[in-house]
């Protein structure tokens, strides 16, 4: 199958490298010295528990251009970043796009995708059970399990879901989410007070997980972004995930005291900008409830006034 990969970060990296093990002619779209560094040295990664480095050698190109062809586009990249390759994925012939990656929006999202094509396309969500960072020298150090997709629609378009299935093949496991846009929606509001911590305490994951009121400050903070989404109508997704939270704190206190201390933290990248974009859009769905939010209130306005003394 021709895949194209745009969007050559971390989560694009190891996406495309899992689409040529599965036997796909991969294409990646990147742009400036990530371009440079994948036609001069090939996709380099380091599987951080499999301790191996693999090289793929990869077609790299730089702009998508209106007829060329590919039986699946996949769009790799941060909230914020979406917007910037909108008229490209409309102006171009490829039918079947999946995006992957935060999302806070998926409707409004597809629509203006939708808005800008000349013909329908066939647009469903993915996520990467995968993380990590890029080193300056383009290899990227991906941390993962054995290798697990999701896909799921907002129009229960089984074509769509096929042609991802089939990219796969039998080496990846894919799950199929049957409510993809509350799936997404439940893991922004799960990320964001995570988000926020690690930022407050300059991604000093040892001094959170040993900060009681920092930890239960973000619980209490997700806590209350699940009843806002509850109140907007979205269903926590999985079930489990809004279930820890609610009957099982202690559990779910000590399970976030170890994730903290993981070693592998070190080696997961973070943005601000992404997560300013997700705090956004979670306002338009706290302004239709009366729901007391504050913890996410206060961890939201701690980091972003620290974002923005930054940026300046
Ligand atoms: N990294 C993690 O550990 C992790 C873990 C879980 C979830 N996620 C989520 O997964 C998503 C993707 O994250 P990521 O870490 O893979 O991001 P990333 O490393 O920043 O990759 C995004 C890539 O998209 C490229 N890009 C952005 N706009 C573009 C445009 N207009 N044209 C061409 N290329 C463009 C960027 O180009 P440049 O090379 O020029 O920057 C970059 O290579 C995000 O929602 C993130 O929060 C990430």
Redesign the pocket.
């Known amino acids: 199958m021709r895949v194209l990969v ?9 996406l495309a490298h899992s689409l040529i093990k599965a036997g796909n002619d991969v294409t990646m ?7 440079e560094q994948l036609n001069t040295n090939g996709l380099v990664i380091k599987h951080y528990f499999q301790k191996k480095t693999t090289v793929d050698i990869v077609d790299v190109i ?1 702009e998508l251009k209106e007829d060329d062809l590919y039986d699946l586009i996949f ?5 914020n ?2 917007p ?2 909108y008229s ?1 994925l409309a102006n171009n012939i490829s039918d079947n796009i999946v995006l ?4 806070a929006d998926p409707k409004k999202m597809e629509s203006e995708i939708q808005k800008l094509s000349k013909s329908k396309k066939n647009i469903g969500f993915g ?8 080193e300056d020298s383009g290899r ?1 150090i991906s ?1 993962h399990g054995k290798g697990n997709v999701m896909f799921g629609d907002l129009n229960g378009d089984l074509s769509l879901q096929q042609t991802f299935k089939k990219a796969f093949g039998t080496h990846y496991k894919v799950k199929i989410e049957r409510d993809i846009e509350a799936w997404l929606l439940t893991h922004y509001v799960f ?1 964001l007070p995570m988000n926020s911590l690690l930022y407050l305490n300059d991604l000093n994951t040892k001094k959170i997980s040993k900060s009681k009121v920092d930890l239960n400050k973000m619980i209490e903070a997700t806590d209350e972004g699940y009843k806002v989404l509850k109140e907007n109508g979205v269903n926590i997704t999985p079930v489990t995930q809004g279930k820890l939270i609610s009957d099982y704190r202690k559990l779910y206190y000590f399970a976030m005291k170890i994730y903290f201390r993981l070693p592998m933290n070190k ?5 601000f900008d ?1 997560m300013v974009a997700l705090y956004n859009d979670f306002q338009k769905l706290k302004d239709n409830t009366k729901v007391n939010i504050k913890n996410w209130n206060e961890l939201e306005e701690e980091s972003l006034k620290k974002y923005h003394i930054n940026k300046i």
Not at 29 to 35: E, S
């Open positions: 745009l969007g050559a970060g971390v989560l694009g990296s190891y779209l990147a742009r400036g010295k990530r371009f730089s769009v790799v990249m941060k909230y970043q979406f910037s390759i490209t992957v990656g935060n999302n996520f990467q059970t995968s993380a990590g960072m890029r990227v941390i990320i080696v997961v990248s973070g943005s992404e």
